[in-house]
C-alpha cells in the first residue's frame, strides 16, 4: 500500500466524491482512445466489479474501462457518481449514500459504539431511500472502533442501532453488508475484524437484508484459512473484496494467496453476487488498469 506517500482508503474515501456484459482483457492503450476494444468473453461465473478508490483516473474513465473488461459495475460510489455509472449502464455494486452524511462513510465510528447512533440512524435511514430509488440493492456499513468496548458490548450495541434501520431496508429491498477489516495492521482498534463476531452479528438480527462484506486480503491478514471460512459461512457473506497478501497489490504470483482456487470456492457456494477487485496497483502500465485486467483474467474461473 505504499508509494511516496502511505496510501489507504481510510484516507482516500474521503475523496470519492440484471444483466452482465461480460468481455475479457485486451493489452491494448488506455481507453480515452476513440476505439475502445472489447475482450473476449468471460465466463459469467463470476460478476466482477473493482473499486474506485484505488485508481487515480477520473470515474468516467474507469467506467469506461469496467465496460471494455467486462466488469458489471463498480464498487464503493457515493451518489454523486450513480449518474455516470446509469450512463454506461454499469451497477452501484456497493453503495454509499451521499456527502451529505459523512458518518457512514467513516470506517472508525460505528454500529458498535452507542454514541454515533443517533447520526448513523438519521442518516442511513436516508440513505436506504436514496439507494432504493436509484435502482441499486447493496449498501456498505461499518462496526467501527472499540474504544476498549468489549465485544460482547459491542455486538449487542450493533444489534441495538441495526435493528432500528433493517426494517426500513427489508421495506426498500436494500440489503446493508457490515464490511470485515483487519486490525492487525490496516485498521487498529476496529471490532468487526473477525468471521466468527460478524457471522454472530448476522445471527442475531437474524435478517436477509444484513449481510457481510468478506474482504478476503482483511481476513487473510487476521485470521487466514479463507476457503473454508467462505465454504463454512457463505450464506452469511453478500459480496467480496480482494488484493494480494502481504501488501494489498496485485493478486499476482508474487503473494501468498491463489485466488483461482478462493474463486472457485466462492462459485462452488452457488454465490451470485459480486466479487470487486480492491487490490492498490504496483504497476502503473496505463494507470493500473494492466493489473486489473489481469486480476480479473485470474478471477474468472
Same mark, same amino acid.
Given at each position: 500500500?505504499?508509494?511516496?506517500?502511505?496510501?489507504?482508503?481510510?484516507?482516500?474515501?474521503? =475523496?470519492?466524491?440484471?444483466? =452482465?456484459?461480460?468481455?475479457?482483457?485486451?493489452?491494448? $492503450?488506455?481507453?480515452?482512445?476513440?476505439?475502445?476494444?472489447?475482450?473476449?468473453?468471460?465466463?459469467?461465473?463470476? /460478476?466482477?466489479?473493482?473499486?474506485? #478508490?484505488?485508481?487515480?483516473?477520473?470515474?468516467?474513465?474507469?467506467?469506461?474501462?469496467?465496460?471494455?473488461?467486462?466488469?458489471?459495475? &463498480?464498487?464503493?460510489?457515493?451518489?454523486?457518481? #450513480?449518474?455516470?455509472?446509469?450512463?454506461? /449502464?454499469? &451497477?452501484?455494486?456497493?453503495?454509499?449514500?451521499?456527502?451529505?452524511?459523512?458518518?457512514?462513510?467513516?470506517?472508525?465510528?460505528?454500529?458498535?459504539? @452507542?454514541?454515533?447512533? @443517533?447520526?448513523?440512524?438519521?442518516?442511513?435511514?436516508?440513505?436506504?431511500?436514496?439507494?432504493?430509488?436509484?435502482?441499486?440493492?447493496?449498501?456498505?456499513?461499518?462496526?467501527?472502533?472499540?474504544?476498549?468496548?468489549?465485544?460482547?458490548?459491542?455486538?449487542?450495541?450493533?444489534?441495538?442501532?441495526?435493528?432500528?434501520?433493517?426494517?426500513?431496508?427489508?421495506?426498500?429491498? $436494500?440489503?446493508?453488508?457490515?464490511?470485515?477489516?483487519?486490525?492487525?495492521?490496516?485498521?487498529?482498534?476496529?471490532?468487526?475484524? /473477525?468471521?466468527?463476531?460478524?457471522?454472530?452479528?448476522?445471527?442475531?438480527?437474524?435478517?436477509?437484508?444484513?449481510?457481510?462484506?468478506?474482504?478476503?486480503?482483511?481476513? !487473510?491478514?487476521?485470521?487466514?484459512?479463507?476457503?473454508? =471460512?467462505?465454504?463454512?459461512?457463505?450464506?452469511?457473506?453478500?459480496?467480496?473484496?480482494?488484493?494480494?497478501?502481504?501488501?494489498?497489490?496485485?493478486?499476482?504470483?508474487? !503473494?501468498?494467496?491463489?485466488?483461482?482456487?478462493?474463486?472457485?470456492?466462492?462459485?462452488?457456494?452457488?454465490?451470485?453476487?459480486?466479487?470487486? !477487485?480492491?487490490?492498490?496497483?504496483?504497476?502503473?502500465?496505463?494507470?493500473?488498469?494492466?493489473?486489473?485486467? @489481469?486480476?480479473?483474467?485470474?478471477?474468472?474461473?
Amino acid at each position: 500500500m505504499k508509494s511516496k506517500k502511505k496510501i489507504s482508503r481510510r484516507n482516500l474515501l474521503k =475523496t470519492v466524491a440484471a444483466g =452482465t456484459a461480460a468481455f475479457t482483457i485486451n493489452n491494448n $492503450v488506455y481507453s480515452k482512445n476513440k476505439k475502445i476494444k472489447k475482450m473476449n468473453l468471460l465466463k459469467g461465473n463470476i /460478476n466482477h466489479s473493482v473499486c474506485e #478508490w484505488c485508481y487515480n483516473i477520473p470515474l468516467e474513465d474507469l467506467a469506461l474501462e469496467a465496460k471494455r473488461i467486462g466488469l458489471v459495475g &463498480i464498487d464503493l460510489i457515493g451518489a454523486e457518481g #450513480w449518474d455516470v455509472l446509469k450512463k454506461h /449502464n454499469l &451497477i452501484s455494486t456497493m453503495c454509499y449514500g451521499d456527502l451529505e452524511g459523512k458518518s457512514t462513510r467513516s470506517l472508525t465510528n460505528g454500529w458498535c459504539d @452507542e454514541k454515533y447512533h @443517533e447520526d448513523l440512524i438519521y442518516h442511513y435511514k436516508r440513505h436506504i431511500n436514496l439507494v432504493a430509488n436509484a435502482g441499486w440493492t447493496n449498501l456498505i456499513c461499518f462496526s467501527g472502533n472499540r474504544r476498549n468496548i468489549s465485544n460482547k458490548e459491542g455486538l449487542e450495541n450493533c444489534v441495538k442501532g441495526l435493528s432500528k434501520i433493517l426494517p426500513i431496508a427489508e421495506k426498500m429491498g $436494500v440489503i446493508i453488508h457490515m464490511e470485515l477489516l483487519n486490525s492487525k495492521i490496516d485498521h487498529k482498534d476496529y471490532m468487526c475484524d /473477525n468471521s466468527n463476531w460478524g457471522v454472530e452479528l448476522c445471527k442475531r438480527l437474524n435478517s436477509n437484508n444484513f449481510k457481510l462484506l468478506y474482504d478476503i486480503y482483511h481476513m !487473510q491478514v487476521d485470521e487466514g484459512d479463507v476457503i473454508r =471460512t467462505i465454504s463454512k459461512y457463505h450464506k452469511y457473506i453478500g459480496h467480496y473484496h480482494t488484493a494480494g497478501v502481504p501488501g494489498r497489490n496485485e493478486i499476482d504470483s508474487s !503473494q501468498e494467496l491463489y485466488y483461482p482456487a478462493i474463486m472457485k470456492a466462492i462459485v462452488k457456494t452457488g454465490f451470485k453476487g459480486y466479487v470487486a !477487485q480492491e487490490f492498490i496497483p504496483k504497476n502503473k502500465d496505463r494507470k493500473g488498469i494492466s493489473s486489473l485486467e @489481469e486480476a480479473v483474467k485470474i478471477c474468472d474461473v
